[in-house]
């Protein structure tokens, strides 16, 4: 299994916002601390935030913020929007599957355990398990340097 660029952008996004919540954030700031085009990242804010996880604000100050607390942000719940877009196997398209063994075969049966259980892993964990007291991630995502110096001398959480 593989994740989509953009699953792992928003997620990238999000824990950008997390990080700097006491902040509004600019998708060129995103863009450039987490190695993306800022299209991309302008795409990903715009689904986050048609779902209701980012909030916009226009004007020459505007930016983006998370729209909710971030242990109230399910993982699985923003791998599901962009995720489930694209079927995992032919199998599962079921306007383009051509497979000839759909009818009878069992593995997609399995598969699709798989994936639930995927996902119900992915459940438990919230956007605030991914930045508490990881102090890598906010050393490198920080864009006051008091935020991230709160950390120093210790390393990031697993």
Wanted: one cysteine or more; aromatic letters at 6%.
């Amino acid at each position: 299994m593989r994740l989509t660029t953009r699953t792992n952008l928003a997620a990238r996004t999000l824990m950008f916002c997390a990080v700097n919540e006491d902040q509004i954030v600019r998708t060129s700031d995103i863009a450039e601390r987490c190695n993306a085009s800022i299209n991309h990242v302008a795409r990903v804010v715009q689904r986050l935030q048609s779902e209701g996880y980012l909030e916009t604000l226009r004007g020459r100050t505007g930016g983006i913020r998370l729209a909710k607390p971030s242990n109230r942000i399910s993982i699985g719940a923003v791998f599901r929007i962009f995720e489930t877009e694209i079927p995992f196997a032919e199998c599962f398209d079921e306007i383009r599957n051509t497979c000839p063994l759909a009818s009878t075969c069992r593995l997609r049966s399995y598969v699709v355990r798989a994936l639930e259980a995927f996902y119900h892993e992915l459940d438990m964990v919230t956007l605030e398990d991914l930045v508490r007291g990881n102090c890598g991630l906010m050393d490198l995502l920080a864009l006051r340097p008091d935020l991230s110096g709160s950390c120093s001398g210790r390393t990031a959480s697993a």
